[in-house]
Nanobody, 122 residues
Framework: HVQLVESGGGLVQPGGSLRLSCAGSGFTSSSYYMTWARQAPGKGMEWVSSIYSDGSRTYYADSVEGRFTISGDNAKTTVYLQMNSLKSEDTALYLC????????????????WGQGTQVTVS
């Protein structure tokens, strides 16, 4: 079965950096988008970034453009989110998600989700 496991969150000072990882397994497709989303306390789910499985296409929310970088490993099973110049407003639970389809677009209702990793900027 499909499994997504995030790691790498933690407490960091404003201006600091963190690198999140999302390890995937059980994938039944080789063409798909992987997405990072986040949810801050008391707020809805916010799309952060997406990457196509071959790394050829990446997308970023305006709020993180220029500060965050999404990437994948050669085996296409792990996706990373390098977060630089972190701000207090980046504090949230970060989750990775996928539909395992080549259709781009975050609905918040992706089929597969990880459990999330907490990022606190303070």
């Amino acid at each position: 079965h499909v499994q997504l496991v995030e790691s790498g969150g933690g407490l960091v000072q404003p201006g600091g950096s963190l690198r999140l990882s999302c390890a995937g397994s059980g994938f039944t497709s080789s063409s798909y988008y992987m997405t990072w989303a986040r949810q801050a306390p008391g707020k809805g789910m916010e799309w952060v970034s997406s990457i196509y499985s071959d790394g050829s296409r990446t997308y970023y929310a305006d709020s993180v453009e220029g500060r965050f970088t999404i990437s994948g490993d050669n085996a296409k099973t792990t996706v990373y989110l390098q977060m630089n110049s972190l701000k207090s407003e980046d504090t949230a639970l970060y989750l990775c998600a996928t539909d395992l389809t080549p259709i781009e677009g975050f609905t918040g209702k992706q089929d597969y989700w990880g459990q999330g990793t907490q990022v606190t900027v303070s």
